[in-house]
């Protein structure tokens, strides 16, 4: 084989593999998903959830994300919040502490580890059957949970992710670039679980999205 049929060779391979992941994959996903969808039994309960959020330096946003959480629709006395501070140096902590009177936790962390262990730390102090990941830039419908913990009643579901709506009051072109994105990400995810692709794995976002997951699996 010469190098121009090699390199021709690697050129098209590339092309092929570029083409199946952006259409060939999202369009075998949306067949896969309708030849053997999967029914889940959702039925009304209320769990006890606990909301984690985690939190490095977000005073500009944790008062608006905790006022935003203890109005969602669920009742108090089964939705624990809990805000893991990993050693925050602004005005994080004393935020989260003027919500204590109406629940709020505080755990802060000894020292900063990074994201994961302050949510490690979390799990291992939340005391609800739903553990629900946050962020404290971002805001819930108030049914939100509703519309969650329904699918928690099938045993074989594990996690159940929210979806993300990208909001840009400004309409940039990054703005609508990102609508797009996420749009195509919930796409997937959708036609994933409808298709059993996730049955074996979990995919969680790792945006702001809520993502919750049974207490029992962590």
Known sequence: MSIRSAG?????????????TYAGYPLLLALVSR???????RAEGTPGVSVIITAYNEERDLYAKLENTLALDYP??????????DCSTDRTDEIA???EAR??????????????????????QARGDILLFSDAT???WPNALRAMIPNF?????????????YVDPTRSNIGRAARSYWRYETFLKQCESRGRITD???RLPVCGAPRGVRAALQ
Not at 8 to 19: D, G, K, R
Not at 104 to 121: D, F, H, M, S, Y
Not at 153 to 165: E, F, K, Y
């Open 153 to 165: 009643a099938d045993s074989t579901v594990g996690c159940v992710a929210g979806r993300l709506v």
């Open 35 to 41: 030849l053997r969808p999967r029914a889940i039994r």
């Open 138 to 140: 971002t805001l819930y």
């Open 76 to 85: 108090a006395d089964q939705l624990e919040i809990i805000v893991a501070s």
């Open 103 to 124: 629940g709020v936790r505080l755990l802060r962390q000894p020292e900063r580890l990074g994201k994961t262990a302050a949510q490690n730390a979390a799990v291992e």
């Open 8 to 20: 021709e060779m690697v050129f098209w391979t590339s092309v092929a593999l570029l083409l199946y």
């Open 200 to 202: 074996r794995c979990i």
């Open 97 to 99: 502490r003027a919500f």
